[in-house]
């Protein structure tokens, strides 16, 4: 595994749990202690987590804002299980609103093809994907695009 793969997990296992224990992450990556100091020091260097003793948290730049790529990694079999749910709701000739939100981004993965769905939503990766959905059409919200949604605002 590449550095900057393993460096991308550790991550993903940062956003879903909050936080990170080295030990776990050596015998997850079957990797050195020197390795995996690398890895943090060079995470903590980019400002995407602080390290403890023993492991590393969620960067304090990062707490009540984090990136859109954190925020889909956290809770994401919860969101899967919600999109999933709401996909039964969604029926054609009819319009819908949908957020720049990660779960409403999940519920666009799994959207059924529909006959006359009209999805209106500021999230430009939302819209992205909705426009390979078979019967829906696409309308985005103007303005300025937020780098940290990934929407107009």
Same mark, same amino acid.
């Given at each position: 595994m590449l550095a900057e793969q393993r460096r991308a997990h550790i991550l993903e296992l940062l956003y879903e749990n909050g936080y990170v224990r080295t030990g776990a992450l050596q015998q997850q990556f079957d990797v050195s202690d020197v390795t995996l100091r690398s890895d943090l020091q060079e995470l903590e260097r980019r400002g995407r987590l602080l390290r403890i003793r023993g492991g590393a948290v969620i960067s304090l730049t990062d707490v009540g804002k984090t990136t859109f790529d954190a925020r889909l990694m956290?809770?994401?079999?919860?969101?899967?299980?919600?999109?999933?749910?709401?996909?039964?709701?969604?029926? =054609?000739?009819?319009?819908?609103?949908?957020? /720049? =939100?990660?779960?409403?981004? /999940?519920?666009?993965?799994?959207?059924?093809?529909?006959n006359g769905l009209t999805v209106v939503t500021p999230a430009l990766n939302t819209a992205q994907h909705l426009l390979d959905v078979d019967g829906v059409d696409v309308v985005i919200l103007g303005g300025p695009v937020d780098k940290d949604t990934l929407s107009t605002v």
């Open positions: 956290r809770h994401k079999d919860a969101k899967q299980r919600i999109a999933l749910a709401a996909s039964q709701f969604i029926r =054609g000739d009819s319009t819908v609103i949908f957020d /720049a =939100g990660t779960t409403l981004l /999940a519920l666009a993965h799994h959207m059924p093809s529909v």
